[in-house]
């Protein structure tokens, strides 16, 4: 599905205090000012032809650049204002007026408020549903415990959140701890003791997930720390088998099987054939972003790359709207709320949902 670039703002209030109901009056001093500028792009002094010619060259695209910003602004296009508003400033600072100047800023920190997400979100595609958890620590279980669950197995043969699985971050490393679970869980066939958390190494781990005293897991749970984001922690879920009964046991199993839960510190890294938390189709080699949280989901392109957010290219960090569709590479995300497993497998049944 393919989304408009007029995106539905998540309201977040500013940093200054500045609320959305404030933004007609600077956005018609910041047209006003425009139109001020349009108007002086010719009255320049120059000295020689070659100097001429490139003042003219100047003020033609510096006078393109504010009718491009004065049609956003008009139409409400914000992503494409918030785009054109970071060129503005990146390219053209020592020709702006020392009034247009700090509006266009507070007009840039505006839209980014507007538009910041600070609620969990999940980008989704054809094949996963990724959730980006910006935290310290998760839990990983069967949800409708005490706690609620950050990495939800909605089956019957795993214990309930705060019994089941822990994982924590203490300085540089990630832990992960049995909470005392029912029926245990196992790593290289030796049994995870409650209050023994255990480091995880950078490269994949995989824990057994509720196996029996005479029967085999039939949940594997993928852990991987990327070697180039040591700061964060990828997870997946993997079933050994179909034995009697588990579909009775696991309705939510083709769901949960298709999620990737991301759980990082500050930011994770987005590329093709580097090993960082968010692998996306492409070519090329390097890391071609990260995505960070700082009051909000930021994606930030890495030097002399580009993002796309919806239609708008951004190579600056942007912020990530709800409704949005973000380009990575060669991969698309649509951008969610992020859905616990048993209000979507509800959804699934009733409505179709993904």
């Known amino acids: 599905m393919m989304v408009g670039t007029s995106v539905k703002p998540h309201r977040a209030a500013s940093p200054a205090g500045r609320t959305e109901d404030d933004r007609p009056a600077l956005v018609k001093a910041v047209l006003q000012q425009l139109m001020t500028a349009e108007q002086c792009t010719d009255?320049?002094?120059?000295?020689?032809?070659?100097?001429k010619l490139t003042s003219r060259s100047n003020s033609a695209t510096q006078a393109q650049t504010f009718a491009k910003l004065s049609a956003a602004l008009?139409?409400?296009?914000?992503?494409?204002?918030?785009?054109?508003?970071?060129?503005?400033?990146?390219?053209?600072?020592?020709?702006?007026?020392?009034?247009l100047h700090p509006q266009i800023a507070e007009l840039r920190r505006s839209i980014e408020q507007q538009l910041l997400v600070n609620s969990t979100i999940d980008l989704v595609n054809e094949t996963h549903r990724i959730h980006l958890l910006?935290?310290?620590?998760?839990?990983?279980?069967?949800?409708?415990?005490?706690?609620?669950?950050d990495v939800a197995i909605d089956c019957r043969l795993v214990s309930r959140g705060e019994r089941n699985l822990s994982l924590s971050c203490?300085?540089?490393?990630?832990?992960?701890?049995?909470?005392?679970?029912?029926?245990?869980?196992?790593?290289?066939?030796s049994r995870l003791m409650?209050?023994?958390?255990?480091?995880?190494?950078?490269?994949?781990?995989?824990?057994?997930?509720?196996?029996?005293?005479?029967?085999?897991a039939p949940i594997i749970l993928e852990v991987r720390r990327p070697a180039k984001d040591p700061g964060a922690v990828v997870l997946s879920l993997r079933r050994t088998g179909a034995?009697?009964?588990?579909a009775d046991a696991w309705p939510t199993a083709e769901q949960d099987l298709a999620r990737r839960w991301i759980v990082f510190r500050t930011q994770v890294g987005v590329a093709v054939g580097e090993d960082c938390a968010?692998?996306?189709?492409?070519?090329g080699e390097g890391i071609t972003a990260a995505i960070r949280y700082q009051n909000g989901f930021w994606v930030v392109p890495s030097a002399g790359s580009k993002v796309i957010v919806n239609t708008v290219e951004f190579d600056a960090p942007a912020p990530i709207p709800l409704g949005a569709e973000l380009r990575l590479g060669n991969s698309r995300f649509r951008v969610e709320t992020s859905v616990p497993a048993t209000t979507e497998h509800v959804a699934t049944e009733t409505e179709g949902a993904l």
């Open 278 to 283: 968010l692998r996306i189709d492409g070519s």
């Open 74 to 99: 008009l139409q409400s296009r914000w992503l494409e204002a918030l785009a054109v508003s970071q060129a503005v400033l990146r390219n053209g600072s020592q020709s702006l007026t020392s009034t």
């Open 194 to 216: 409650p209050g023994a958390p255990i480091t995880l190494p950078v490269g994949q781990t995989q824990i057994q997930i509720g196996r029996g005293q005479r029967s085999a």
């Open 243 to 246: 034995p009697l009964g588990m």
């Open 134 to 149: 910006p935290r310290r620590s998760v839990l990983v279980g069967r949800p409708g415990g005490e706690l609620p669950v």
């Open 170 to 189: 203490s300085g540089a490393n990630w832990h992960i701890e049995d909470l005392g679970s029912t029926n245990g869980n196992f790593l290289d066939g």
């Open 43 to 51: 009255a320049t002094m120059v000295l020689t032809r070659s100097a």
